[in-house]
């Protein structure tokens, strides 16, 4: 079964920075990965989607990339702003959907 | 723009009701899931379906039923509810065609407490 994992689970960074967040699968036949931003007691907004031919996709600030073959995804985030202060979600798309338990992400102004 | 609703926010029950979560989704999307979501556990898949009067078990579907009975409309019943369903409920939606290639879109959430 397919586990996704992402490290670290929490990350707190002063305003400006520039940061990475990881989301690492098991299985590598998947067809995209979906990157995702959930405030508190919200539901999840989709930031990017990646299909399984792409190596990355960029929205605004955000910059996605792919390695299929090592089952490894990256979220970069530049220039980070307190609002960008949310938890960050990873799925992998095989038969189903497969969800990380994400990285919680404060930016203290 | 694409919308995914569901009916509640917030609901409170009491143990052994039979309960009921909407979700309605305005994008004539074929694809509807329902999640729940723990602390630690991350989103877990309850049931979807991919066509109207079709459904199928996702990873934890014991103690849930579903009913979609119009394509727009997928429905989460709890038979007897229990304390250990006490949880966050997402629901998202997807095209099909393509579908492998298509985002999911959640709702808001509907966050439940059983008594």
């Known amino acids: 079964k397919q586990e996704v994992t992402q490290i670290p689970a929490a990350l707190s960074v002063p305003e400006g920075e520039n940061l990475v967040l990881n989301c690492s699968f098991t299985d590598s036949a998947i067809y995209n990965l979906q990157w995702f931003r959930q405030d508190p007691g919200k539901g999840l907004t989709s930031l990017l989607l990646i299909q399984s031919s792409q190596r990355e996709q960029t929205s605004g600030r955000l910059n996605a990339s792919l390695d299929k073959s090592s089952g490894r995804s990256t979220l970069y985030i530049a220039a980070s702003q307190p609002g960008d202060s949310a938890t960050y979600l990873c799925a992998v798309r095989g038969n189903q959907f497969y969800f990380g338990t994400g990285t919680s992400l404060t930016v203290i102004p | 723009d694409v919308k995914v609703t569901q009916s509640s926010r917030y609901l409170v029950k009491r143990t052994g009701e039979k309960v009921f979560l909407e979700c309605v989704q305005d994008m004539d999307h074929e694809n509807m899931f329902w999640y729940r979501q723990d602390p630690g556990l991350g989103l877990r898949l309850i049931y979807f379906?991919?066509?109207?009067?079709?459904?199928e078990k996702g990873d934890i579907p014991e103690g849930y039923s579903v009913s979609r009975e119009k394509k727009e409309r997928f429905s989460l019943i709890l038979e007897s509810a229990s304390t250990n369903q006490t949880s966050m409920y997402l629901c998202?939606?997807?095209?099909?065609?393509?579908?492998?290639?298509?985002?999911?879109?959640f709702g808001d959430g509907t966050r439940l407490s059983i008594l």
């Open positions: 379906s991919y066509d109207v009067k079709m459904k």
């Open positions: 998202a939606s997807s095209s099909y065609g393509t579908e492998t290639r298509q985002p999911q879109h």
